[in-house]
């Protein structure tokens, strides 16, 4: 099975080129990956061409016009240009070990969406690994351990592979199990829920109502951590002016019995 890796991304090329070193060094050999960018300038895209000729896997670049935060579209739109018939989404401010499309391919199930999970980096951590290029994706487990100790990241003890069996599929229709940055889906799925709903713009949700309207669909979450976990960069937060907007838009979606977005992925098909 071909899986495809939708990389979202805006303005951070430091961060995006520490991302794609690290999907170079998987030890899956069966993926592509997709930048999705929300509108960056051309300094993004340079990255993407250098990353290109390093990368023992298909890497393209999907761009759409800078016009605000609008994750959901370029999420659909590269969703559209990906071959793979799973896709994993991950931001592109997060760092990946050598397992980690392996293991969303372990973990892949008909019927059920994967919501991994994340180890935060300091601020002052970031900076340090950006400007020195410090590979933390090839990190050891003890290595985690003392940068946790130090500070340096927020806890270590979730990078540990348990297998966890069947708990992983318990509290299966809790929308709040997904956290955008990182996690996996059947294209049929995506597919029969039109995507991500376009409605959604500026920073907020878009991602739970992704979430929730799968559950809808009789789609599970199945619980992906310590298994899939990332290493997030640090980030200052983003703009939250459309936040009481999108929250609003959630709750209607939620409530109502719809599943398909009003406005997704077949606007790119």
Request: glycine fraction near 8%; charged fraction near 25%.
């Amino acid at each position: 099975m071909l899986i495809s890796v939708v990389v979202a991304t805006y303005n951070r090329p430091d961060a995006l080129a520490a991302v794609l070193r690290s999907l170079a060094k998987q030890d899956d050999d069966r993926f592509e990956v997709v930048v999705a960018d929300d509108g960056s300038t051309a300094d993004t895209e340079a990255v993407v061409k250098s990353a290109q000729s390093a990368s023992p896997a298909p890497l393209s670049h999907v761009w759409q016009e800078d016009t605000g935060f609008r994750l959901a579209a370029v999420r659909n739109r590269a969703t559209a240009h990906a071959r793979g018939d799973y896709l994993i989404y991950l931001d592109g401010d997060c760092v990946v070990r050598r397992h980690f499309v392996r293991a969303h391919r372990d973990l892949a199930e008909a019927g059920w969406c994967v919501t991994g999970g994340r180890v935060l980096l300091s601020e002052a951590f970031t900076r340090a690994v950006l400007a020195d290029g410090t590979a933390i994706e090839d990190w050891s487990a003890a290595d985690a351990t003392l940068a946790a100790a130090q500070g340096k990241v927020n806890r270590a003890v979730s990078l540990a592979q348990l297998p966890l069996g069947p708990l992983r599929k318990l509290g299966g229709r809790r929308w709040q199990r997904l956290r955008g940055c990182n996690f996996s889906a059947y294209r049929t799925d995506i597919k029969y829920v039109n995507g991500f709903d376009e409605s959604f713009q500026g920073w907020g949700f878009e991602d739970s109502d992704f979430a929730a309207r799968l559950i809808k669909s009789g789609v599970r979450l199945k619980y992906g951590r310590f298994a899939t976990n990332v290493y997030h960069l640090w980030h200052p937060e983003n703009d939250r002016t459309a936040h009481n907007e999108n929250w609003q838009r959630l709750q209607t979606s939620i409530e109502s019995r719809e599943t398909r977005a009003s406005v997704g992925l077949s606007n790119y098909l």
